[in-house]
Every structure is written in structure tokens, then in C-alpha cells.
């Protein structure tokens, strides 16, 4: 796994989940055995900050395209995982 996936699924446990205490340090963790021990500390740093400006209501997110949206409203993204 890369650093920007490692990134990019911290930041949607964040924004997604109740879990965002557990985000931080479980992808933290993730950095240091899948990177190197180093990026534990850039994704800690990159993770609170999102979850800070979460807090304040200041986090900046793209906008989504309106190609990328189901005909009811949806975010296609939310239909690409199939449960069973």
C-alpha cells in the first residue's frame, strides 16, 4: 500500500465514520509498516490536521463533478462497493 492511499482512506474514516480517534493511529500504524517508520509521522501530521479543520468547519473539499453523480443525487462512489 502507498503513502497517498494510506491518506486518502485515513481522510475518508474521518469524514465517514465515528471512528476518528482509531483513524488517525490505525493509519498511522498502516504508514510505518507498509512505507517506511518515518511516515508515521507525515500521516499523523497530515490526519489531525484534517480532523482539526474538521472540528473548526474549516476543511476544504473538492467539489464532485456532476459527472460523477447517479441520476437519484448519489456520489457514484457510494454505489462501487458491492456488500454481500
Known sequence: M????????GVYEILQTDL???AVNDHVELAKVCVREQAG???NAI???ALR?????TLQLPAVPAEATAPEGR???ADSHVLT
Not at 502507498?2 to 482512506?9: H, M, V
Request: charged share 20%; hydrophobic share 40%.
Open 20 to 22: 476518528q480517534p482509531y
Open 2 to 9: 502507498k503513502l497517498p492511499q494510506i491518506l486518502r482512506l
Open 75 to 77: 456520489k457514484c462512489a
Open 41 to 43: 509521522g507525515f500521516v
Open 47 to 49: 490526519l489531525r490536521t
Open 53 to 57: 479543520q474538521l472540528d473548526a468547519q
